[in-house]
């Protein structure tokens, strides 16, 4: 089955403490990206990465880091999280070539205390 | 001014209504236009997809997009119960592009 696999699902945490959000896909797509979601702001994007090794900056990525040593991963990391990072994280993928399907995760909810 | 501007609902209907939602824009470079549908506690998933101008039918679904208003709409006929959901606009500028912009979300409530 397509699918891009996020974790973990749900996370509270602590001002500070370093975390990582996985995700994977298996559907081959060189382009993922990473969004939030808030109420009234809707989805913006936090990263992107159109393939191995190749990341870019999204419209929010003050906070956040990304990698993309392999095609299917693109973890999100929080290096020293705050509280205005609480937010439903999505991580989405597709191929390059197609421009309407991103293929979305079931998100990732956060919450910095 | 937001790029894309959407109203969120809530939005009732009665099972069987015609539901409209939409979305304005302002950005005259946007060419790609989606809509999305996401249930509670899920990730968004593509329900239409249009280029330019013009409608786009999909069973119950049906898409406008009227680029010089600036004006893109999603109509749901016969609407049931299993359409209660956040609709999702989104936009982008061309073709394999990287960059999405996506409208806050209506949500929808269709009661049986």
């Known amino acids: 089955e397509a699918q891009v696999t996020q974790n973990p699902r749900y996370l509270i945490t602590v001002t500070g403490k370093k975390l990582t959000v996985t995700c994977s896909q298996n559907m081959n797509h060189e382009y993922m990206s990473w969004y939030r979601q808030d109420p009234g702001l809707g989805l913006r994007q936090i990263y992107y990465s159109m393939n191995v090794e190749v990341t870019d900056k999204g419209d929010v990525p003050e906070g956040y880091k990304v990698s993309r040593k392999e095609k299917r991963n693109f973890p999100l990391i929080l290096e020293s999280p705050s509280p205005n990072q609480t937010s439903l994280y999505f991580c989405a993928s597709k191929e390059v070539a197609n421009t309407g399907e991103l293929f979305f995760g079931e998100g990732s909810r956060l919450t910095v205390l | 001014q937001k790029e894309v501007e959407q109203d969120p609902g809530p939005l009732s209907v009665p099972e069987g209504a015609i539901v409209s939602l939409n979305c304005t824009y302002s950005n005259s470079a946007f060419q790609y236009f989606m809509w999305y549908r996401q249930y509670s506690r899920k990730g968004p998933e593509l329900l239409m997809y249009?280029?330019?101008?013009g409608n786009k039918e999909d069973g119950r679904f049906t898409a406008q997009v009227d680029k010089s208003s600036k004006y893109i709409s999603l109509f749901i006929r016969d609407s049931q119960p299993s359409d209660s959901a956040t609709y999702l606009c989104a936009m982008s500028a061309t073709s394999g592009t990287y960059k999405y912009i996506f409208g806050t979300g209506t949500r929808l409530k269709v009661l049986a």
């Open positions: 249009t280029y330019s101008s």
